[in-house]
């Protein structure tokens, strides 16, 4: 019994079985970011150059597509 205890306290705890270690979506993602060399100031514009394209396009489409 006392070889039981010992070997208790030696061990370190295991991970639940049930959790998802590195198959969730936010792990993946956090991976994917970590290969693409970008900074956040860049990110941001392209993605306010991003909407800028795309409310462009509506207005033509909108523009265009009343005659």
Request: charged share 35%; net charge neutral.
């Amino acid at each position: 019994m006392e070889e039981r205890e010992e070997a208790k306290r030696q061990d370190p705890p295991q991970a639940d079985s049930g959790e998802k270690a590195d198959s969730s979506p936010k792990n993946s993602k956090e991976r994917l970011y970590d290969k693409i060399p970008v900074s956040f100031r860049q990110v941001d514009i392209f993605s306010k150059v991003m909407i800028a394209v795309l409310a462009l396009v509506l207005l033509i489409g909108i523009l265009t597509g009343t005659r």
